[in-house]
Nanobody, 126 residues
Framework: EVQLVESGGGLVQPGGSLRLSCAASGSTNTKKCLAWFRQAPGKERERVASLESGTMRFRAVAYADSVKGRFAISQDTAKNMVYLQMNSLKPEDTGIYYC????????????????WGQGTQVTVSS
């Protein structure tokens, strides 16, 4: 069993940065996929970034087109942490951000991920 707890959200001005953290109890190293999703009000949950656990090989990391070049997902296997560095934030990045883990399709829909955190709110506004 894996439990995930996100932190690091908040209010930031457009162009600013935030770093989200996801602390895992139980080893995420055994899970194939780690990801960050977000959900804006009235919209479906979308995958923002994903990686294949235990590796930072380029082909194992994927980003939504809307965040490429601005967001970076990383993992600290020793600390059982997953991070999402968010730079050049835009108002459309506003939403609840969720950390997720699973063993299915890393590029799949939310249903492909079995474990979820409670989410952390990110608001980008001036």
């Amino acid at each position: 069993e894996v439990q995930l707890v996100e932190s690091g959200g908040g209010l930031v001005q457009p162009g600013g940065s935030l770093r989200l953290s996801c602390a895992a109890s139980g080893s995420t190293n055994t899970k194939k996929c780690l990801a960050w999703f977000r959900q804006a009000p009235g919209k479906e949950r979308e995958r923002v970034a994903s990686l294949e656990s235990g590796t930072m090989r380029f082909r194992a990391v994927a980003y939504a087109d809307s965040v490429k070049g601005r967001f970076a997902i990383s993992q600290d296997t020793a600390k059982n942490m997953v991070y999402l560095q968010m730079n050049s934030l835009k108002p459309e990045d506003t939403g609840i951000y969720y950390c997720a883990a699973g063993d299915s399709d890393c590029l799949g829909a939310p249903s492909a991920y079995r474990y979820w955190g409670q989410g952390t709110q990110v608001t980008v506004s001036s």
